[in-house]
């Protein structure tokens, strides 16, 4: 019999933790009361996932089929990934596995594990994930069993076979872990239609209650690289990993601002979050309670919305922004960070506090809206940032038509007010703007 015991192989257990903690893939909002703890051949094995026994393809990465399962499930509920790794190092080959597993199996070895769930009592639900090795668990799941103590927790299991399914694998898990709630109706699916189970595991995840959440999620935190980011969000109903969708950034003004827990939510019923949640077309929207009008807020709204980017299927040709009156002073400055970002940006009853010169030549498109008289800045402001964006595009040769598709300024007079039932506060007053299906229209038209 072969011993693969690990001993000088720091190198190669090093890169298969880097392969176990190289997050891929989009996934949902973290959920840390959530571990998807899985074991495959390919992470075990000393060597990449295309050289090992098996593998499939997940966004263009090889993984060990399992790892590609879990990954779904983590697109789906946001949980930690935990890559359940021991001291053997299983063989490469496909025929030596089969070989040694057997081995294993007929002396209810219990291999060594080295790596280990921090911080357990965080976690309610544990995915498990396994392939079905010689009708049972692979050994190393029974250490993982031996090792933790999952009373009071929900286990949800689920495996790679190639035609066993489960075999009797979930009674196993219950006998193992008696005071757990096992979820019996766990997912399986053959090796060779892992690369086209991601639908599949979304619905079975839904009908579980384990489903991403749609429509209007609200009081999220992202914890930041300069503090927590207070957001809400809204994904359209029937979302989908399979499609990419535009991503709207919406910044409020003054009153909506984050002002500590009773502030909590006071943008989500804001006419500039929900009107592009009404659009025709299905869309992404975020809004962020932000603390300040600075650069420290324009940074966090760069990076709320590349961690929408990175983390949602979002097309990432169209990715917008909005801005109101502060929050109007914010996007400016962000959007002039990372003209490259925005596709387009709607910058309403605000003044312009980026510059002039990286919108221009990103081609970024802007909409400039200021009532006549607004009471708090003055439309000289809208000219100014009108002006001042005109000027730089002309420096760089455009030509008036050219820039009249990325530029536009619209400041109605009080009659245009007045007609829409609003003859004070011109200021608050301009959130009419989100109710003009032409101005929204003309943000979303524009790609990158
Ligand atoms: C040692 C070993 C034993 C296996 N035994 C079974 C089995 O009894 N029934 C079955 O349906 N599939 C069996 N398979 C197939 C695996 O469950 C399947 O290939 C799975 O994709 C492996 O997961 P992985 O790609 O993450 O390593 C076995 C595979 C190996 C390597």
């Known amino acids: 019999m072969k011993f693969y015991q690990k001993k000088t192989l720091g190198i190669l257990l090093s890169a298969a933790l880097s392969l176990s903690l190289a997050a891929c893939g989009n996934s949902a909002p973290g959920d840390s009361s959530i571990l998807i703890a899985y074991f495959t051949a390919a992470e075990n094995s000393g060597v990449d996932a295309v050289a090992s026994a098996s593998y499939s393809t997940i966004d263009g990465e090889a993984v060990g089929r399992v790892r590609a399962v879990a990954d779904m499930i983590q697109a789906n509920t946001g949980g930690d990934l935990f890559s359940i790794q021991t001291s053997v190092i299983y063989p490469a080959d496909g025929g030596e596995l089969i070989d040694y597993a057997a081995i294993e199996q007929d002396e209810n070895a219990r291999p060594e594990l080295t790596t280990h769930i921090e911080n357990l009592e965080q976690y309610d639900t544990v ?158 929207v975020v809004s962020a309670q932000l603390t300040d009008w600075g650069e420290k807020s324009a940074r966090q709204a760069l990076e709320l919305t590349e961690y929408f980017v990175e983390n949602f299927s979002v097309d990432s040709s169209r990715v917008y922004a909005a801005g109101y009156s502060a929050g109007g002073e914010t996007m400016s400055q962000a959007v002039s960070m990372r003209p490259d970002l925005y596709a387009a940006y709607l910058h309403g009853a605000s003044q312009w506090d980026g510059d002039f010169v990286s919108v221009p030549e990103e081609g970024t498109a802007v909409y400039i809206f200021m009532a006549e008289n607004d009471e708090y800045y003055g439309s000289e402001r809208a000219r100014d940032a009108y002006e001042g964006l005109y000027e730089a595009y002309e420096s760089l040769g455009w030509t008036p038509e050219e820039i009249d598709g990325v530029l536009q300024v619209e400041i109605p007079d009080n009659a245009y007010f007045h007609q829409r039932g609003i003859t004070g506060n011109y200021h608050g007053g301009g959130n009419v703007l989100f109710e003009d299906s032409s101005i929204l229209s003309w943000i979303v038209s524009h790609h990158k």
């Open 127 to 284: 995915f498990i994930g396994y392939p079905n090795w010689w009708a049972d668990l692979p050994m190393a799941v029974y250490s993982f069993f031996d090792e933790y103590d999952f009373s009071g927790k929900t286990i949800i299991p689920f495996n790679v076979h190639n035609g066993s399914r489960f075999s009797r694998t979930i009674q196993t898990i219950e006998e193992l872990e008696p005071d757990a709630a096992v979820i019996e109706d766990g997912f399986t699916v053959n090796e060779r239609d892992v690369p086209d189970a991601a639908e599949d595991v979304a619905a079975w995840l839904e009908e579980l209650g384990y489903g991403l959440q749609t429509g209007l999620v609200t009081n999220q935190i992202l914890d930041g690289a300069e503090g927590e980011i207070h957001y809400s969000y809204y994904l359209p109903d029937g979302y989908s990993e399979s499609r990419e969708y535009p991503l709207m950034m919406a910044m409020p003004g003054y009153d909506m601002m984050w002002f500590g827990e009773d502030s909590a939510g006071s943008n989500v019923g804001w006419r500039g979050f929900l009107c592009w949640t009404e659009l025709d077309e299905d869309m992404i």
